[in-house]
């Protein structure tokens, strides 16, 4: 599909519940694009990826022994 900036804003007024020229004239671009950041942070998909990321960085200040211990956790979460 073409012009998703387009789909969105329309979409987004639907959701606010205000007329599209409503909507573009409060809002500049700056605004819409952090609802667009926002609603990206809410899919199940963003969530697991950033949840991925706090694991690495967390295992990046682990001991050796740590480490270990949440690798073997982890795998027996993967079995059991």
């Not at 329309?10 to 500049?28: G, K, M, Y």
């Not at 700056?30 to 926002?38: G, M, Q, S, V």
């Amino acid at each position: 599909m073409q012009r998703p900036w387009r789909r969105y804003c329309i979409a987004l007024s639907l959701r606010l519940h205000i007329p599209i020229n409503d909507l573009l004239n409060r809002l500049d671009a700056a605004d819409i694009a952090e609802y667009i950041a926002y609603d990206l942070t809410q899919s199940e998909e963003w969530q697991a990826k950033w949840e991925r990321q706090q694991q690495l960085e967390a295992s990046r200040n682990m001991t050796p022994e740590q480490f270990k211990a949440a690798f073997m956790e982890g795998l027996g979460a993967a079995h059991g």
